[in-house]
């Protein structure tokens, strides 16, 4: 399994055609305690930076941009119904969505973990 | 109060606050605010502070809020000629808030004074908003300095302590101050520090502010969190504990545009300087204000609470329609509030549309979030009156 980041400060964890979707440990942590999530339909198809959901804390809003262009499979329910989730466990339950990629190149432009480390920082 | 105006100067020109040091070493996220750079929050995070402030105490550093003075016997007078409040009759030793007006009744800040003894060689304590202090202090100046001395107090910071441990906390340090009710104060010696305390603040808690020499605030700051109650607060939290409790944010929520009634702030006008009072009239835009009060219906629009019926915040600047789909107003301030965890906003409304329980639309993101017209504060306040 293969994972990458965008400038976005998302993550995709490649599995085949499919990437789950969150966002980073540094992106939760500048946003603070999350609030409010608001996820794609199952079904929808973007294009790569389009908008597609948007996280917020009590503080600020964030948009969740697509990373690369796709079908989105699933959605995280449990992150709607406790989106706390995505401070505590960003990385793993804290999950956005899937997305079936129909340009999977779109890959090779984003950053492995050594890269967005020294991005972030 | 408290002030949403955020400086866009580059760090290195931002003031510091004499507190500066402390809030680095206890690792804040510092963020430039009305000019300086503040804490936003600390660590444990807004969330956390929040609730922190609603069950124990929270330290809060507001050293970027404007102090001054007004001395001499016509200060009270003086003051009235300016602001829509009784300030004659409040006695010595009490508190009160009060709006500075333009000649069209806007209000170019709001503010808390306090009589500390004018009428005998004391002064009225004023505390005005961090963004607003320096334009403040010259309109003040210019329209009441040949009646009074305005004396800017810059080397003065000013913290709160807030919440329902805070009395437990400060009393340790300050054998007295438990005595005090809501909006009364006085000068006490807290670890060593002179202070001037009033129990107030704008959490809708009960608790204290306290002003101290700038030399002496670090001390003072520490000697109140080495109480177990207490932990310190940034602005976030700040923010978010204001509007639960109904208080209006100066840049947001009211500004030089929205006059006093609009901002359905008649509570803090007395009848004393309303039409049929003793002293009617006399502020700037009374006229208009006067007016406004004996025809609401005149009001193009009101501020109101609101309650989102959906979990979606409904932030700032956040498009307000009425059912069937026509524009009424707009979004002022809005978060997901920590302690009533629901979304709550104010805002401004078309009169008709400001009745308790009347159902509006939030446009977020193109959605309609439905939302109901509610009682302000949010959260019921805790003030201590005794």
Known sequence: MTVKYTEDHEWLKIEGDVATVGITVHAQDALGDVVFVDLPAVGTTFAQKETAGVVESVKAAADVYMPVSGEVTAINEALKDDPSLANSDPMGAGWFFKIKLSDPSQLDALMDETRYTAFAA | ?386
């Open chain 2, 1 to 386: 109060m408290s002030d949403s105006s955020t400086s866009s100067a580059a760090p290195d020109t931002l003031l510091k606050t004499p507190l500066h040091a402390l809030h680095v070493e206890l690792g804040a996220r510092m963020v430039p605010f009305a000019g300086y750079s503040m804490p936003v929050q600390y660590p444990a995070g807004l969330m956390a502070e929040h609730h922190h402030t609603r069950q124990a105490a929270g330290l809060f550093d507001v050293s970027h809020m404007g102090q001054l003075r007004l001395v001499g016997a016509d200060a009270a007078a003086a003051l009235e000629s300016l602001i829509p409040v009784d300030v004659i009759d409040l006695p010595a030793g009490k508190q009160r808030y009060g709006l500075l007006l333009n000649d069209e009744g806007g209000i170019i800040d709001d503010l808390m004074f306090f009589n500390r003894d004018y009428a005998h060689g004391g002064d009225l304590f004023v505390i005005v908003n961090g963004a607003c202090k320096v334009g403040d202090i010259a309109h003040i100046q210019a329209k009441i300095g040949a009646r009074c001395e305005v004396i800017p107090m810059p080397e003065m910071a000013l913290l709160a302590l807030q919440g329902p441990q805070a009395v437990t906390a400060l009393q340790r340090l300050a054998p007295g101050v438990e005595k005090l009710v809501f909006m009364t104060g006085g000068r006490f010696t807290v670890a060593g520090c002179d202070c001037f305390l009033t129990r107030s603040g704008y959490t809708g808690e009960d608790g204290f502010e306290i002003s101290v020499h700038a030399s002496q605030a670090d001390v003072l700051a520490r000697a109140l969190l080495a109480q177990p109650e207490v932990k310190p607060i940034g602005l976030g939290a700040r923010n978010s504990l204001r509007l639960e409790a109904g208080l209006c944010l100066y840049g947001n929520d009211i500004d030089t545009t929205t006059t006093p009634v609009e901002a359905s702030l008649n509570w803090a006008m007395q009848k004393v300087r309303r039409t049929g009072g003793a002293r009617a009239g006399g502020f700037p835009g009374a006229d208009k204000i006067l007016a406004q009060l004996a025809d609401p219906a005149t009001l193009a629009r009101k501020r109101v609470g609101l309650v989102a019926l959906e979990r979606v915040p409904v932030r700032d600047h956040t498009e307000l329609q009425s059912t069937d789909g026509a524009k009424i107003g707009e979004v002022t301030s809005g978060l997901l509030g920590p302690t009533i965890n629901q979304p709550v906003a104010m805002g401004y409304v078309k009169p008709e549309f400001a009745a308790l329980g009347t159902r509006v639309n939030a446009i977020v993101r193109g959605k309609a979030v439905p939302m109901e017209v509610a009682a302000m504060p949010f959260v019921a306040t805790r003030y201590y009156r005794g």
